[in-house]
Each structure stands twice: as structure tokens, then as C-alpha cells.
């Protein structure tokens, strides 16, 4: 899509200090007129996986998501609203057989568009059709250097030969690939050797330490989180790394996770919703519910029953958390770590009993971090 589409530039607000760049002009724009810049969609929740830290349910993990004609009329919707990045995800988005027309759509429209894959199903015909597409990005998740890691995680042996292979393909065919990993305590001593992997392989890391709760809140997978020390040791690795993306411009050159890009700067981390839920960034999960993000699982309407718009706008529960957004957080300001924070409100909700509060985990993330730097 086109930077200069005219259904940003349609919007009669200005902003007062022109950004020095159109992609922060798009930024600082969407959040002013509330434009649903970034949607992810959850085409479906049926995976051929079974990774222990998974965020769906049982009961999502069978759900095969809206027909093909649904998920066009909301692309449609989402156009006229001036969505501009679309992000695909599932479960797994490839075992749905209408994928392809899926993206056919959304490249008729206009979107910039990413998907979200295990990789295992991207055979090198696959991979052809994909680069066909033109995405803007495809995101795979490699959980580890050895296969013996990776296959652990996912259940599924071989499956860390086949994300490979559709990684060689794909990359190959000059499509750009993401390798997206979240270091747990079972996997982050091989994170020296992951990224030398990802390089070897030509595509662009991503990581997080954030293993999130179940959709519907069960702790589970944070089980797998790491400990104190474990924090400690991997942040000193990252530090040793860093130099190498001193200066990197653009939305996937900075592997670390939430550490710029996003539009939250260290105020808007003292803040309720420093980030861009219910602003300019939604998603919309596989029975049409819109969500403010990922972890927020709170309805704000269902698109089969009314147009995406219509929510998006007039919702009372979007606009309750807009009418709160730069409300401050409990115990947050003046704090000593919060140019390392990385607090998320929907896991202080969900953890921590309140999109008020403080975050518990990103408090100790924070903290550790700030005193490894301190050495």
C-alpha cells in the first residue's frame, strides 16, 4: 500500500509537530484520529503443534475460524476504516485451505501484509505462491538452535527440520523472513547459538522473555518463564550484542522485542495503555470478536453482527479504556527501572488483578536488567 494513501490523509486533524519520517507521521497520526492503523486477525485456532507454552484453549485449538466470504466482507470494513498493516495468525494460518484467497484479498486492497506460521506446512511450492504474494514480511517461530529443543517445545518431532526448510525457501525466493523466538528457562542458554542460526539462514531475529497466560487466564505456560539468574545471564549476552543493531532503522531491524518502534516512549510507560490498544492497533479473533490486543481478551463487539467500524468507534468498553489510557499507574512514576520496563496492562490485568496496576513480571524483568546494566 502506497505510504501516502489518501485514507490516512483524508483525516481533517493535524498534528502540530510534523514527524521527521512518514512512518512516525503515520504513527502520531492514527493515535490522534484513532485509525486502526495495525489489525491482526486470527484466522484460525487449529494447529498442527502442540507447543507446552501455547496461549489458546482446548476449545480454541479446534475452532477453524469464519467462512472465506466472512473474512473477505471484513476486509473490506477494515479498508474503509484505513487499516494499513494486516497481520495474519492462527493457530496455524496454512491449514486453511482458503489462505491463499485470504491473501489474494488483502493484496486487492492493499494492505501491507504479514503472516504469522510455524513454517512447517511451506513446501518450496508453497513458498513460490507466498513470494507470489509479495507480503510484507512472513514471521516464523523457531524455538531453539537444536532440534532436540525445538521439537521438545512443539511437540512434534521433525518439525524443526521442516520450519528450516520453509525458512531456506522463502528466504531463497526473496521473500523476508522473521525468526521470532521467547526465551524460556529451557531454551535460553542456546540463544548465542540461535542467533547465529538466523543469520546463517538470512532472515532477521526477533525474541521476548514474555511467556503470556492462556487466553482464558490459566498460568500454565508461565510455568516456563525464567528465573532471576537466568534473566540476568541472558540480558548480559543481549548487551553484548546490541552494538550490532546500534543505528538499525525500520520495524524488524531491532531484534529486542519492545524495545523501540512501538510508539511507547518511557512516560507512556507510566500510564495506563502506554501501548496502541484501542488507539491504532486491534485484533480480531476467530469468532469475529474485536479485542483491544492480544492479551485484553474483552469483547468490544462481534463483526458478523455488526461492521467493524461501527465497533471501533462507538464501542463503550474501546472508549472506556481510551477515557482512561493516560491515567497513571499505581506505583509506576518516579520509578528507577522505567527506561527498562516493558510492562504490559493487559498482563497486569490478567496477572496482577487490574490494567492499573504495575505488572509484576515486568517489574522483575525491569529490575534485573536495570542492575545487570549497573555492573
Known amino acids: 500500500m502506497a505510504l501516502s494513501s489518501p485514507r490516512v490523509s483524508e483525516s481533517k486533524t493535524v498534528v502540530e509537530e510534523k514527524p ?24 484460525t485456532g487449529e494447529c498442527n503443534l502442540n507447543c507446552r507454552h501455547c496461549y489458546l ?14 473474512w473477505f466482507e471484513l476486509l473490506e470494513q477494515l479498508y474503509h ?21 485470504i491473501i489474494e484479498k488483502a493484496r486487492e486492497l492493499n494492505f501491507s501484509t504479514r503472516l504469522f506460521t510455524n513454517g512447517t506446512l511451506i513446501t518450496r511450492d508453497v513458498a513460490r505462491r507466498v513470494a507470489e504474494t509479495s507480503p510484507e514480511a512472513v514471521e516464523v517461530s523457531l524455538y531453539g538452535a537444536l532440534l532436540e529443543t525445538h521439537d521438545w517445545l512443539t511437540g512434534v ?18 521473500v523476508m523472513v522473521v525468526i521470532k523466538n521467547v526465551w524460556m528457562n529451557f531454551n ?3 540463544a548465542e547459538r540461535w542467533l547465529s542460526l538466523v543469520r546463517r539462514l538470512g532472515a532477521l531475529p526477533r525474541w521476548c522473555v ?20 537466568e ?17 538499525a532503522e525500520g520495524a524488524d531491524a531491532n531484534p529486542f522485542c519492545g524495545a523501540d518502534g512501538d510508539g511507547v516512549t518511557s512516560r507512556s510507560k507510566e500510564r495506563v495503555l502506554g501501548c496502541g490498544a484501542a488507539a491504532n492497533h486491534c485484533i480480531i479473533d476467530i469468532n469475529g470478536e474485536v479485542l483491544p490486543c492480544s492479551q485484553i481478551r474483552i469483547s468490544a463487539g462481534n463483526v458478523t453482527k455488526e461492521p467493524f467500524g461501527h465497533i471501533w468507534r462507538d464501542s463503550r468498553f474501546l472508549n472506556q479504556l481510551r477515557a482512561i489510557r493516560e491515567l497513571p499507574v499505581s506505583g509506576c512514576a518516579g520509578c528507577s527501572y522505567l527506561e527498562q520496563c516493558v510492562r504490559c496492562p493487559g498482563l497486569a490485568w490478567l496477572e496482577d488483578g487490574g490494567l492499573a496496576l504495575r ?9 534485573i536488567y536495570s542492575e545487570v546494566e549497573d555492573e
Open 20 to 43: 521527521s519520517d512518514i512512518y512516525s507521521w503515520l504513527l502520531a497520526t492514527s493515535w490522534q484520529e484513532l485509525i486502526p492503523l495495525y489489525t491482526l486477525i486470527e484466522l
Open 57 to 70: 484453549t482446548a476449545e480454541e485449538k479446534t475452532n477453524k475460524g469464519l467462512s472465506t466470504a466472512q
Open 81 to 101: 476504516s484505513k487499516t494499513l498493516f494486516l497481520s495474519l495468525s492462527g493457530g496455524e494460518i496454512f491449514l486453511r485451505q482458503d489462505l491463499f484467497s
Open 157 to 174: 518431532p521433525g518439525s524443526f527440520k521442516k520450519t528450516i526448510g520453509a525458512v531456506e525457501a522463502l528466504v531463497e525466493l526473496g
Open 188 to 190: 535460553w542458554t542456546e
Open 210 to 229: 514474555n511467556v503470556v497466560p492462556q487466553n482464558d487466564g490459566a498460568l500454565s505456560p508461565t510455568e516456563f518463564r525464567m528465573g532471576d539468574e
Open 231 to 247: 534473566l540476568a545471564e541472558l540480558h548480559r549476552w543481549e548487551l553484548s550484542v546490541e552494538r550490532d543493531y546500534d543505528g
Open 359 to 367: 505488572s509484576s513480571w515486568a517489574c522483575k524483568v525491569a529490575r
